[in-house]
Each structure stands twice: as structure tokens, then as C-alpha cells.
């Protein structure tokens, strides 16, 4: 039995809903790589997504939550196996 923590939960049913937002994580991401980091922070990623979002659009204000950024990264290296690491990341309270 696999067990979910409400907060992956949220993320998941946010992340479905802003699919642009890991598109933009990940093409940030592989900009970095490209330029020789070898370990980044994703909370740097998901500052110059909220950065460029809110350059580029108006309206109401677009809101990342804290809670969601490991999950990105824990996306982001499941979709790049070849870049498995380049995100630092601790166990989450449900991988215990």
C-alpha cells in the first residue's frame, strides 16, 4: 500500500491543474545544466518561475506554495533519470 501525504495530494491535483509550471521547472532546470551547474536548488527554480510569471502576466496574483517545491524536484528527476541528483533532496516525511 502506497501511502500519500495530503499535502502530495494538493500538489498533485495543483500541479494537473498548472501543467506550464513544471514546464517552466524544467526547462530552467536544463538551462542551469547546460550551463555546467551540477547541483542546483529547486527553490532557486521555482523563485525565477514566480520572477517571470509575475514579469510576464497580470491579474491576480500567481502563488507557488512552499510545500510543493520537492515535489518538483522529485518530478524533475523522475522524468531526467540522467539528471538524478542534480536537486539535493531530503526524505519527505512519508518516505520514512
Known amino acids: 500500500m502506497t501511502f500519500h501525504s495530503e499535502t502530495k495530494l494538493k500538489w ?42 509575475a514579469m510576464e502576466t497580470s491579474g491576480d496574483d500567481f502563488k507557488i506554495s512552499n510545500d510543493f517545491i520537492a515535489y518538483y524536484a522529485r518530478l524533475f528527476h523522475a522524468k531526467n533519470k540522467q539528471h538524478e541528483g542534480f536537486f539535493r533532496t531530503k526524505k519527505l516525511k512519508e518516505e520514512q
Not at 32 to 50: D, M
Open 12 to 53: 498533485w491535483r495543483w500541479h494537473n491543474a498548472n501543467p506550464d509550471v513544471y514546464d517552466m521547472f524544467e526547462r530552467f532546470a536544463l538551462d542551469a545544466i547546460r550551463q555546467g551547474h551540477t547541483h542546483l536548488s529547486a527553490w532557486l527554480i521555482v523563485n525565477r518561475i514566480r520572477w517571470e510569471v
